[in-house]
C-alpha cells in the first residue's frame, strides 16, 4: 500500500516533468506560436463586432480611474475612454464587456485573450512591451510616494529601514525591486488593501502612480503626497494582445482622432478633477492620445 | 463611528449587490458540488475494482488534489491552460473545472469507502440466500452503502462552499470582490467598512454552512447503527 | 510550453525563503492547533457546564466559515476597531483558530472511542478524571486519532497558501509576485506545484507510515 | 462476632433507566469475609446491582452503607470507596497502553501514593500466585484472555481492597482458561476476602460460594446458604432456573 503510494507519486512527478521538458524542446522550432496565432485570425476587429461586445479590462477599486460604485456601475476614467472605445467601434457606448482585474493579471487576461483591450492603468514598461502591445497614450505618469503627515517621506533616503506598500504588478513595485532593493516592501493584489494596509498602519508609505495618490490623499487629509515624482515620467496607453496589429492600428488612429477633439481633457474634468482638486493641473496628467515630445 | 459603519449595506444597492455576488459563488457551488456527485459515484464504484492497473490512475488523480493546495490548482488551470493551448476560460469556468475536478476525486474516495468498509459477512449472507448480484447491490450493499456516504458527502459540500472564498483571488466577482468594490468606494464616508463588510460575509458563509454540518452531523447520529 | 530554466534557477532563493516561511508558519499554527484542539476537546468530554458550551459555538464558528475571510476579517476589519495585528501573527491566529476546531474534533472523537469499560476500570480503580486523562484516555485516544491528525496536519499546510491574501510572503504569494513582475507564468507555477510536492510529498508518506506503526504498537492484531 | 458490624448492608435500592425499573429495592447485608455468588437469567440487574456498589450507576431510592456510613449521598467520595471496594469486569480491560506492571501499579502509586518499593514488592508476590510472575513487563496484548483476566483482579487486590467485586469475569473466555481465573478466585475466598461474584459457573458458585442470591426481574427471589440452594430451592422461580440448566 505504502510502496504503491510512493509510486504513483514518483509516476505522477516524472510525468509532470517529462512534459515540461518535451514541451521545452519541441516548442523552441514553433516558437511564438500563440501569438502568430491572433495574426492568422480573420480579423480581430470583425471578430469584435461580430461578438457585439468589446472586452475591456478595468480596474473596479482604483477611484477615479476605474471602480464600481454603490449602484455597481463601472465608472471612472478608464471607463470613459472604453465607453467611447465602443461607441465609436460598435455604435453603442454600452456594448462594452467590463472584465474587472488586479494589477498584476493585466497581462495574462490579454495573452489567455479574456480581454481585447486592458484600459487599467496600464504604465508603459519595456518588461510589459515583450508581453504585449500599447498604443498610444492617454495619460502620463510617475511612481509618487505618499505618507502619514506627521511622518511626511520627502526622499528615497528617508525610506531606508522602513516598509513601504506597493500594490502587486505596479510600476512602483518594479521601480523599488530594481533600484532600492534594500527597501522593504509589503506588496498586496489590490490599492483596496494596499491603501487599507497604510491607514492600518502596516507601512511608513505606499509608492504608486502618483496621479491616483493625488486624488487619493486629497480625499483622505491625513496622509500627503510628500514625495510626487520618483524615477522617470511614463506614460499610460492602452494594451492589446502581442500581435493584434489590426486593433492595435484602429486604437492608434482613434487616439489621435479623440485627441483632436481634446477628449482626454473633457475625461479629466468629468472623472479626474472632482477627486484631484485644483492643485493638480490637467495637462500634469493627461496626454492628448500621443506621445509628447 | 462604528455604529454608523453598518448602514453601508443600506447605502444605493449594496446590500443587493452583496446578495448577487453571493448568488455567484454559490452558482460555482452548486454546479460543481451536482457533477462531483455524479462523477464521483461512478468513478467511485470503478475504484472499487482490484485491478491495480484501474486503481493507480484514479488513486494519482485523488492524490493530486489531496496534496496541492486549491488554490494552487486555480491559479495552474487560470493561468496556464488559456495562455498554452489556445483554449478561452472565463475565471468562472476556471472554477467550475477546479471544484468539479476535486470534488470528484473526493467524493469517489467517499463512495469507494462506503462500499468497501461494508462488512464482508453481508455479501457472504446475501450469497448464501440466493440473492442475484443485482439483487444484493440493491437490497443489501447500496442502501446501506448510501447511509454511510451521505453524511460526509454533506460535509464535502460544506467544504466545497467554503472553499469558494479563494474565487476571488483569481478575479470572480463573488461575494468577497463585491464587498471589496462597496469598502473602496465608501472608505471616507464610513472608516469602519471593512469590518462591517468582511464581517457581514462572514456571517453570510456561516449562515449557509451551519444548517448543511448541523444536518450531516444529525444523519450520522441517526444512521450511527 | 516553454520553461526558462535559467530564469528558475535565478528566483530559487525567493521560494526557498517562501518554502522556510511556509514551513514555519504551518509548524506554529499547527501547535498551537493542537493546544488549542486538546483543551477544547477535553472541555467536551467531560461537559464542563458553561465552557462547553462556548467551546461548541466557537467550534460551529470556526468550521463553517472560510479562513480567507477569517483572515480578512483579522488582518482589514479588525484595526478598525483598534487592533492591529501583523499579517504574520493573523495568519498563526487564523491557522490555529480554524485548525483548533478541527482538532477537536479528531482529538473528542478519539476520547469517544475508548472503551466505556476502559473509562469504568479506570474509575473502579479510583482514578481521578485528570488521571484517567493523563493514563488511560489520552494515550489511547492518540492512536485512534492518528488518521485524523495527520489529514488534518496535512489540510492546515495547505491552507497556508491562503496566507497570500493578506501579504504574507509564503509560497503562494511569492508565485503571485513573481508572475507579476516578470510574467514567467509557467515557470513560476511550476515551481509552485514542485514547492508544495518538496513539503507536502515526505509529510504524507511519514505520515502514512505513523499511522502504521501507532496501529500496530497499540493494538498489535 | 456477631455482634459486629456488617462490611456493606444494603438498604431498599432502586435503579430505573427512565420509566424502566431495573432494581426494585434490594436489601442484602454482608457479613466481613463472605462469599456471596448473584444467580440470575440474563437481565435480572445482577450486573447493574454491581455496578451500584462501585458507584458507576447513579442510584434512584435506597441506601448502601458501607461499615455503616452511607455512600448515597453529593458528598461520597467514590474515589475513596473505590480504594476500599475492587472490581473486575467481564471484558477484563487492562489499559493496552501500560505493561502489565504499570497497569497494576498505576492506582497505588498515582492515586494512593504508596512508596513504590512497597507496591512493587506486593505486586510481584500477587503474580507469583496467580503464576504470571514472568509476565510483568509484557503488553497486554501479548497474553491471553485468561491470563488477562488474572491480572485485572491482580491489579484490582494491590490496591488491598475490603471487597471485591466479580461481575461475569469468565463470561467471555474461552472454556478452557475458565478454570485458571476461577482459581484465583477461590484462593482469595479461602484466604477470607470478601466477595461478590455474578457469575454463570454454578459448579463454582456452589463450591466457592457461602450465600447465594438468585435474582430475578429486579428483585431478589431467593437468599439462602449456598449448599442449601443448590440442594433445595425454596422458590419456584429459582427451580425453574436450576432445571433448565440442568439438561
Known amino acids: 500500500m505504502k510502496k504503491r503510494i510512493i509510486l504513483s507519486f514518483l509516476a505522477a512527478l516524472t510525468a509532470i516533468v517529462l512534459a515540461a521538458c518535451g514541451n521545452s524542446d519541441t516548442d523552441s522550432g514553433t516558437a511564438d506560436n500563440a501569438s502568430g496565432n491572433s495574426e492568422e485570425t480573420a480579423s ?250 | 463611528m462604528l455604529n454608523s459603519g453598518i448602514s453601508i449595506l443600506f447605502e444605493g444597492i449594496n446590500l443587493q449587490r452583496l446578495l448577487l455576488g453571493l448568488l455567484v459563488t454559490l452558482r460555482v457551488a452548486s454546479i460543481a458540488v451536482v457533477i462531483s456527485i455524479v462523477v464521483g459515484i461512478i468513478i467511485g464504484v470503478i475504484r472499487t475494482s482490484k485491478n491495480k492497473l484501474v486503481q493507480l490512475p484514479f488513486r494519482i488523480y485523488l492524490e493530486l488534489f489531496r496534496i496541492i493546495p486549491i488554490l494552487v490548482w486555480l491559479f495552474v488551470i487560470y493561468y496556464i491552460v488559456p495562455a498554452n493551448f489556445d483554449i478561452n476560460l472565463s475565471s ?21 469507502g462506503a462500499i468497501i468498509s461494508l462488512p464482508k459477512h453481508q455479501v457472504e449472507s446475501s450469497k448464501a440466500l440466493g440473492l442475484s448480484p443485482v439483487q444484493m447491490y440493491r437490497y443489501v450493499l447500496i442502501p446501506q452503502a448510501t447511509k454511510r456516504s451521505i453524511p460526509p458527502m454533506i460535509n464535502l459540500i460544506t467544504r466545497m462552499i467554503k472553499t469558494t472564498a479563494l474565487l476571488t483571488m483569481i478575479g470572480v466577482i463573488e461575494v468577497i470582490k463585491v464587498g471589496q468594490q462597496i469598502i473602496e468606494v465608501n472608505n471616507l464616508e464610513y472608516p469602519s467598512a471593512s469590518f462591517w463588510i468582511y464581517g457581514i460575509i462572514f456571517l453570510m458563509y456561516f449562515c449557509i454552512c451551519f444548517p448543511l454540518s448541523r444536518f450531516s452531523r444529525k444523519l450520522e447520529r441517526k444512521w450511527a447503527t | 510550453m516553454t520553461f526558462d530554466w535559467q530564469y528558475m534557477i535565478d528566483v530559487l532563493p525567493h521560494y526557498k525563503t517562501a518554502l522556510w516561511l511556509t514551513l514555519k508558519l504551518a509548524f506554529i499554527g499547527i501547535v498551537f492547533a493542537i493546544l488549542v484542539g486538546l483543551i477544547c476537546s477535553i472541555i467536551q468530554y467531560f461537559k464542563i457546564k458553561a465552557l462547553s458550551n462556548i467551546v461548541q459555538v466557537y467550534l460551529e464558528i470556526a468550521r463553517n466559515t472560510p479562513l480567507l475571510i477569517q483572515l480578512f476579517f483579522l488582518y482589514y476589519g479588525l484595526p478598525k476597531v483598534g487592533i492591529t495585528l501583523s499579517g504574520e501573527v493573523c495568519g498563526i491566529i487564523g491557522l490555529t483558530f ?69 501579504a504574507i510572503l509564503e509560497l503562494t504569494n511569492t508565485t503571485k509576485n513573481l ?35 501507532v496501529r500496530h504498537a497499540e493494538f498489535g492484531n | 462476632m456477631s455482634e459486629q458490624v456488617p462490611i456493606l448492608q444494603v438498604k431498599k435500592l432502586v435503579k430505573t433507566y427512565g420509566d424502566k425499573p431495573v432494581l426494585n429495592g434490594i436489601d442484602l447485608v454482608v457479613e466481613k469475609g463472605k462469599v456471596i455468588a448473584i444467580l440470575g437469567p440474563s437481565g435480572c440487574g445482577k450486573s447493574t446491582f454491581l455496578r451500584c456498589l462501585n458507584g458507576l450507576e447513579e442510584v434512584q431510592g435506597g441506601d448502601i452503607l458501607l461499615e455503616s456510613e452511607s455512600l448515597i449521598s453529593k458528598s461520597t467520595d467514590w474515589r475513596n470507596v473505590r480504594q476500599r471496594i475492587g472490581m473486575v469486569f467481564q471484558s477484563y480491560d487492562l489499559f493496552p497502553n501500560l505493561t502489565v506492571m504499570e497497569n497494576i501499579l498505576l492506582s497505588p502509586l498515582k492515586v494512593q501514593k504508596r512508596p513504590r518499593q ?84 454454578m459448579n463454582f458458585a456452589r463450591l466457592v460460594a457461602d450465600e447465594v442470591i438468585f435474582m430475578d426481574k429486579g428483585n431478589i427471589h431467593e437468599h439462602a446458604p449456598a449448599e442449601r440452594f443448590f440442594s433445595d430451592p425454596q422458590t419456584e422461580r429459582a427451580q425453574q432456573f436450576l432445571n433448565i440448566l440442568q439438561f
Open chain 3, 179 to 213: 508572475m507579476g513582475i516578470f510574467y514567467k507564468t509557467n515557470e513560476a507555477l511550476f515551481m509552485l506545484v514542485v514547492g508544495y510536492l518538496i513539503i507536502l510529498l515526505p509529510l504524507t508518506i511519514f505520515l502514512t507510515w505513523l499511522e502504521r506503526r
Open chain 1, 44 to 293: 480581430a476587429i470583425d471578430e469584435i463586432k461580430e461578438r457585439g461586445t468589446l472586452r475591456v479590462a478595468v480596474f473596479s477599486d482604483k477611484p477615479p480611474f476605474g471602480y464600481v460604485d454603490s449602484n455597481g456601475e463601472n465608472q471612472g476614467y478608464d471607463v470613459v475612454l472604453a465607453k467611447r472605445l465602443a461607441k465609436d467601434l460598435l455604435g453603442d457606448e454600452s456594448k462594452v464587456e467590463y472584465v474587472l482585474t488586479e494589477a498584476q493579471a493585466r497581462v495574462d487576461l490579454l495573452k489567455s485573450d479574456k480581454v481585447d483591450v486592458v484600459l487599467a492603468n496600464f504604465t508603459v514598461t519595456p518588461e510589459r512591451q515583450e508581453q504585449v502591445d500599447f498604443a498610444n497614450p492617454y495619460m502620463k505618469v510617475a511612481i509618487g510616494v505618499v505618507s502619514p503627515n506627521t511622518a511626511p517621506i520627502e526622499s528615497v533616503g528617508q525610506l531606508e529601514g522602513k516598509k513601504v506598500i506597493v500594490t502587486k504588478g505596479t510600476t512602483a513595485e518594479t521601480y523599488f525591486m530594481k533600484n532600492h532593493p534594500e527597501i522593504e516592501l509589503v506588496k498586496y493584489d489590490q490599492n483596496t488593501e494596499a491603501f487599507e494596509a497604510l491607514k492600518d498602519g502596516r507601512g511608513d508609505a505606499m509608492a504608486q502612480d502618483n496621479a491616483l495618490l493625488f486624488g487619493w490623499a486629497n480625499e483622505n487629509p491625513d496622509f500627503t503626497v510628500a514625495l510626487s515624482s520618483l524615477g522617470d515620467l511614463d506614460y499610460i496607453a492602452p494594451a492589446v494582445q502581442k500581435g493584434n496589429t489590426e486593433l492595435l492600428e484602429w486604437l492608434n488612429t482613434e487616439l489621435e482622432a479623440l485627441g483632436g477633439e481634446q477628449f482626454f481633457h473633457k475625461a479629466y474634468d468629468e472623472t479626474l478633477k472632482p477627486a484631484f482638486g485644483e492643485n493638480i493641473s490637467a495637462d500634469d496628467v493627461v496626454v492628448e492620445g500621443k506621445r509628447e515630445e
Open chain 4, 118 to 201: 512497597e507496591v512493587e514488592a506486593q505486586a510481584r508476590e500477587l503474580l507469583e500466585r496467580v503464576g504470571l510472575a514472568d509476565r510483568a513487563n509484557d503488553y497486554p496484548r501479548q497474553l491471553s484472555g485468561g491470563q488477562k483476566q488474572r491480572i485485572a483482579i491482580v491489579r484490582a487486590l494491590c490496591i488491598n481492597p475490603d471487597i471485591m467485586l466479580f461481575d461475569e469475569v469468565t463470561a467471555s473466555l474461552d472454556p478452557e482458561m475458565v478454570r485458571e481465573v476461577l482459581d484465583v478466585i477461590a484462593q482469595l475466598a479461602d484466604q477470607g476476602m470478601t466477595m461478590l461474584i455474578v457469575t454463570h459457573e
Open chain 3, 98 to 166: 480554524l485548525g483548533g476546531s478541527y482538532m477537536a474534533e479528531v482529538f473528542r472523537s478519539g476520547m469517544e472511542a475508548v472503551a466505556k469499560s476502559q473509562v469504568e476500570t479506570g474509575k473502579a480503580i479510583g482514578l481521578s478524571n485528570l488521571q484517567l486523562m493523563r493514563y488511560v484516555i489520552i494515550p489511547q485516544a492518540f492512536s485512534y486519532s492518528v488518521p485524523g491528525f495527520s489529514a488534518n496536519c496535512i489540510f492546515l499546510l495547505k491552507e497556508t497558501s491562503v496566507f497570500s491574501g493578506i
Open chain 2, 92 to 112: 468562472e469556468v476556471v472554477a467550475l473545472i477546479v471544484f468539479s475536478l476535486w470534488g470528484t476525486a473526493e467524493m469517489s474516495d467517499i463512495v469507494r
